[in-house]
Each structure stands twice: as structure tokens, then as C-alpha cells.
């Protein structure tokens, strides 16, 4: 008997856990496998996080916390975007959550009714496009290519948007494509949202620290934008705390009530401890973060070089984030002896199976004529993957 929901049914899973999880069987038999396939930091989380978690066990941080969170992380949330986005938010405005992914959640099943049009730039997350299924909504794409950056300009914008138009979602830094929208390139977004104002925007930007232009914009920053935006941000990528599970919304206060509701009835509030350690990260980890940064950079442009290097590979230097999205469809229909390689999934076996590195295919964000590569990991890693690919593709034959 199978008494699954259609809402499940309907879910499809995340490609980069499952080849994260393919990865590690594969390294649990012995193969040495460089997996370069999961969005996450390869650096400890600063000390100073850790030290704060340590000082909440014993002062007995070990209860229920507040659904919308400990009103110290709330401080230093509304501080941080004061300081470095020059943004105004009170503690009603903001609600801390189990990862930047639940604040998402949150967002979708709050504002979005059956059949209501979210527009979403592609490449995408994975998750994005689950989101909105959830909630019963429909996702509109907005396909993008290599040589425009991977951006929407105003024009698709606003020839996308229809009756049904409820939220637009945009990521930035960006995942998979390391693609950063400027201040410039926002305004013109927004100049065409003005005209719209039941339109709400859901701003990702969780790898706001990981930017290697400079200065980070958030759309909310814009004129008008502000009471129309909800900001997704947290500590997983900027402080390398994933597993320690904090996100936050910032948005208008109505939002955040609803947002309460759901997470009251679902997670209640987020772990105590990690709470704690998150506020220390904010306050006091900068400085890690930007060595963090630096070293990414670093990586970015040793991959960036190799991977031009290899036959097939079509790519364009990222900005941010801490992956490169080659396109790699002039590689599709060779052939490894008998085997055709017929498309991104195909390619991507291939290079786990003959040079044992685990990439993502970019089906998996709207755009099979691209892989994903994750460049967090060590520069020696790096630098073996990048040859082992180069050597894979070398024994390709038309």
C-alpha cells in the first residue's frame, strides 16, 4: 500500500544532494573521488561562533527559543543590514529560521495561492522550482545564456509578466552561475517592477560575503523596493556554518506574521545554540569572512584559467558565489569508445566514471547545455580535478 501525497509525488530530488550522496558511496569504497559537486564552504566556522555556542551550552541556552528568534541575533541581523546595506528594519521585520531554504519556504507558502506566477530567472537553484510546487503556484522561466551573463534584462522582464504575475524570485550572487546583478542592472529591473506594484520580489541572498566586484546591492535597497521585498539571507556560505542551520527574512512586518504562523506550526523556532553562534558570526566574524572571500577568489581565477583550457568547455569568469557554469554542448554526441555522450547527464557520469570527479549537471538549473562546478574545496584538489576532466575529454572521439 502507498499512501504517498501528490504533493510529494509531484517533488523531485535535489540532483546536487544526490550526487553528493553518489560521491560519498563511491569514496566509501575506496575510489578517490573529488567531488566538486555541493554548494558548501570547505572552512571551519570562526572561533569565535564556536566559542559563543560553547558559553550558551553552559549558560544553559537548552530551551525553546522564540518562533521568530532570540531578539540579540535580531539586533545584530538589523545592525548588519543598517551597516552594510543601508537598510532600516525593526525586530518585526525579521524572522530567523532553520536555514536560509526554510525562509524560502516560508516566503512561497505565505504569498503564493494555486495558480499564481512566480517569475524565475534560469539558470536557478534547484529548490526554487520545488518552492513553488509546494505551493501550489506556477513557475514562469526566464532562460538566460552565457553571453548575456546569465542575467534578465528589463524587456524579458516585463514581456513575462502577466494577470497572474504574484512574485518575481532573484538570486544574486548566484547559484550555479556566480553571476552578480549591479546597482545599475537592478535600478532597470526595478524601473520595470514600479509599474507593477501587486508584484512582490523574493531577493536570495545568502551569498552576499562570496563577491569578488565589491559592493553588494540588494534590490530592497531601491527606491519603493523596500516594503515590496522579502531579503533571504543567513550565515551558511558567508560564515561557513551550514549544519548550524540560520536564515533569516527580512521583509514587511505582514510577511513576517505570516511567516510566524507557518514556522509556529511547523519547526517552531530555530536551535537555540546556533542562534547564539550566529550572532557572534554577525557581529564579530568579518574579518574570517573576508579571508574566506579572498581565498575564493583565488580558486576562482586558478579554475577559471584551467578550465579554458579544456576542449569543449565555453565559460565566462563568475563574480561571486563559489561555482563556474561552462557550457559544454559542443561535447554532446561524442563518444567514449561505444558510448555516446548524449547530454549534460551523460557527461557528467562519464567524468565521474572516468575521472572519478563529481560535477552537477545543468539540467538540474534549467540549462542542460551546462555542468556545474563547485570550487569549494583545496587548490591541489582543484587543480587534479581540472587536469583528470581535461584528460577525460582528451579520450572523447566524434
Known amino acids: 500500500m502507498n499512501l504517498t501525497s501528490n504533493r510529494i509525488l509531484n517533488l523531485s530530488d535535489s540532483q546536487t544532494l544526490a550526487m553528493a550522496q553518489v560521491s560519498r558511496e563511491l569514496k566509501a569504497k575506496g575510489i578517490d573521488i573529488i567531488s566538486l559537486s555541493i554548494g558548501e564552504p570547505d572552512f571551519d566556522t570562526p572561533m569565535v561562533a564556536k566559542e559563543a555556542a560553547k558559553k550558551a551550552i553552559d549558560e544553559n541556552y ?33 524572522i530567523v529560521s532553520n536555514g536560509a531554504k526554510q525562509s524560502l ?36 522561466i526566464l532562460p538566460t545564456t552565457l ?71 540588494s534590490i530592497a535597497e531601491l527606491d519603493g523596493m523596500k516594503e515590496r521585498t522579502g531579503l533571504i539571507n543567513g550565515v551558511s556560505k558567508g560564515y561557513a556554518m551550514t549544519g548550524w542551520r540560520i536564515g533569516y527574512l527580512a521583509g514587511p512586518e505582514w510577511l513576517v506574521k505570516a511567516c510566524n504562523k507557518i514556522q509556529g506550526q511547523t519547526t517552531s523556532g ?32 586558478l579554475v577559471y584559467q584551467l578550465m579554458k583550457e579544456i576542449p569543449g568547455f565555453e565559460v565566462r569568469k563568475p563574480m561571486g558565489a563559489f561555482y563556474l557554469f561552462p557550457r559544454v554542448e559542443k561535447l554532446f554526441g561524442k563518444k567514449f569508445k561505444d558510448q555516446v555522450l548524449k547530454n549534460d547527464d551523460d557527461l557528467c557520469m562519464y567524468f565521474l566514471d572516468q575521472a572519478h570527479v563529481a560535477l552537477v549537471p545543468g539540467s538540474a538549473f534549467g540549462s542542460p547545455e551546462c555542468i556545474r562546478i563547485s570550487y569549494a574545496t583545496s587548490e591541489d584538489d582543484l587543480i587534479k580535478a581540472m587536469a583528470r576532466i581535461k584528460k577525460a575529454v582528451d579520450l572523447l572521439h566524434d
Open 62 to 94: 537548552s530551551h525553546y527559543s522564540p518562533i521568530t528568534g532570540y531578539d540579540e541575533l535580531k539586533d545584530a541581523i538589523i545592525e548588519k543590514l543598517r551597516v552594510e546595506n543601508k537598510l532600516t528594519y525593526k525586530r518585526s521585520e525579521i
Open 270 to 301: 530555530a536551535c537555540s545554540v546556533s542562534q547564539i553562534a550566529s550572532v557572534a558570526a554577525i557581529r564579530y566574524g568579518k574579518e574570517e569572512s573576508l579571508k574566506m572571500n579572498q581565498i575564493f577568489k583565488k580558486r576562482c581565477d
Open 147 to 217: 553571453e548575456s551573463d546569465f542575467k534578465i534584462n528589463p524587456d524579458q522582464l516585463e514581456k513575462s509578466i502577466t494577470p497572474r504575475t504574484k512574485a518575481i524570485l532573484l538570486n544574486s550572487p548566484s547559484n550555479p552561475t556566480g553571476s552578480i546583478y549591479t546597482h545599475e542592472e537592478l535600478e532597470a529591473l526595478a524601473a520595470v517592477l514600479r509599474k507593477y506594484p501587486n508584484i512582490f520580489v523574493i531577493s536570495d541572498e545568502i551569498y552576499e560575503h562570496i563577491n569578488f566586484m565589491g559592493a553588494h546591492t
Open 105 to 140: 519556504v516560508n516566503v512561497m507558502l505565505s504569498i503564493i495561492n494555486p495558480g499564481d506566477e512566480v517569475l524565475i530567472p534560469a539558470p536557478y537553484w534547484v529548490s526554487y522550482l520545488e518552492f513553488v510546487r509546494l505551493a501550489e503556484g506556477q513557475s514562469v
